[in-house]
């Protein structure tokens, strides 16, 4: 068990350009989440797969936003058209979930600075 | 509104000291609930959850919390806080039927003072 990695860990872009961050979860695990986290807040929810169904998509922030995961393993977030206001962190969980709640694991970020 | 409500931003402690940070929750149902912590540059890693049952539940790094449904209140204790606890903690809950989704609090920042 390698835990949940995130590439790239940082990434600066200007206003205006498309960016992709991918997620690799624990391999066992069948769901997969997106949050993102600004600066002195908590991590907000935006989308999450289970195998390689997007079964909420409604907090993603806007239409700019997507996310896949093609075949059930990793995911990518998408970014179209970045505004300074995408500068975060962004998270990435997964869990493996069953019959009960299970708790998610989460990935160490990618940092999105837009300048 | 459903919401998580961390009402300590900042919090300093001496070590040695006795920590208790508090989680308050607004939801329909009783949620499933959970405390990260988050260091810098480290991803959030859990440190105890509550699903039913006993209220008081041990987690690691010698944490455990206590959930009182008359308050919706979870709150994150531990008798003798070390420096190596300074960190950002978070509140999560995960209501019912939500697929799982996580909604965290805003975090309390904690220092410990040597």
């Known amino acids: 068990d390698t835990g949940v990695s995130q590439d790239p860990r940082h990434k600066i872009t200007k206003r205006g350009q498309n960016v992709t961050f991918r997620c690799d979860p624990i391999?066992?695990?069948?769901?997969l989440y997106w949050y993102r986290q600004t600066l002195g807040q908590g991590p907000e929810f935006l989308t999450y797969?289970?195998?390689?169904?997007?079964?909420?998509k409604s907090r993603l922030l806007s239409d700019r936003f997507s996310a896949e995961r093609p075949k059930g393993s990793f995911s990518t977030l998408e970014i179209q058209r970045t505004e300074q206001g995408d500068s975060a962190m962004y998270l990435c969980?997964?869990?493996?979930?069953?019959?009960?709640?299970?708790?998610?694991?989460f990935g160490p970020g990618t940092r999105l600075t837009v300048t | 509104a459903q919401s998580v409500t961390q009402p300590d931003i900042h919090i300093t402690v001496s070590e040695g000291a006795s920590l208790e940070l508090r989680c308050n929750y607004s939801?329909?149902?009783?949620?499933?609930l959970f405390w990260y912590v988050q260091s810098p540059g480290q991803g959030l890693q859990l440190l105890l959850k509550?699903?039913?049952?006993?209220?008081l539940v041990q987690g690691i790094k010698g944490f455990e919390a206590e959930f009182k449904r008359s308050q919706s209140s979870f709150n994150l204790r531990k008798p003798s806080v070390h420096w190596s606890d300074a960190a950002e903690y978070f509140c999560?809950?995960?209501?019912?039927?939500?697929?799982?989704?996580?909604?965290f609090g805003t975090g309390t920042s904690l220092t410990v003072i040597p």
């Open positions: 969980a997964s869990s493996l979930v069953g019959t009960g709640i299970y708790e998610q694991y």
């Open positions: 391999s066992e695990h069948n769901r």
């Open positions: 797969f289970q195998n390689e169904a997007q079964l909420e």
């Open positions: 939801y329909g149902a009783t949620p499933y």
């Open positions: 509550y699903f039913s049952g006993d209220t």
């Open positions: 999560a809950v995960s209501p019912p039927n939500t697929g799982n989704q996580f909604y």
